[in-house]
């Protein structure tokens, strides 16, 4: 279901006609809930709908695709590679740096990034908003992955009962 909402998201400061960066991305969601693997091949259909579906042109939505999708997706899989050689596994160690601090580290470091290779327009505030949005998103992607734990730990792909409910 998160993927059917990220050609929206991705697309939503055209819709609006408000120069919003970054847009969400929702990348780190679709890697706790799908895996890499899928996460990353989703981006590009989800880049296609964004393009064929809305404001945006094939560049805009490839740009977006890239990095929004698959950098913080792939920057997402070295945080949670990180986090299970170097922390306990235990569910709240799941929860909170998996879910809210992996992703907000995740999609800070994939902005910054972005913002270092790709031009990008030169304000003094950007980086206060792309820390605004990074906090903004970590919270909505911990915030569903708690629920998912608690409620339908089958929905997260990353997360196994066994694993982190061992001890």
Known sequence: ????LLPLAWSMDRQLGVAMLPPLSGAVLLVLMTGWPLAVLMCLPIGLIAAFGGPLDAHDALHRAVWLGMIPATVALGVGAVV????PLHVG?????RGFIGSGVALWLAGALGAALVATPDTSDMGVVRLLMVLG??????AVVTL???HRPEALATYSDR???AK
Do not use: S
Request: net charge positive.
């Open 1 to 4: 279901m998160v993927w059917a």
């Open 84 to 87: 299970r050689r170097w922390l």
């Open 93 to 97: 160690v799941y929860v909170f740096v």
């Open 137 to 142: 998103e970590a919270g909505i992607t911990g």
């Open 148 to 150: 998912l734990v608690a």
């Open 163 to 165: 694993l982190y409910l």
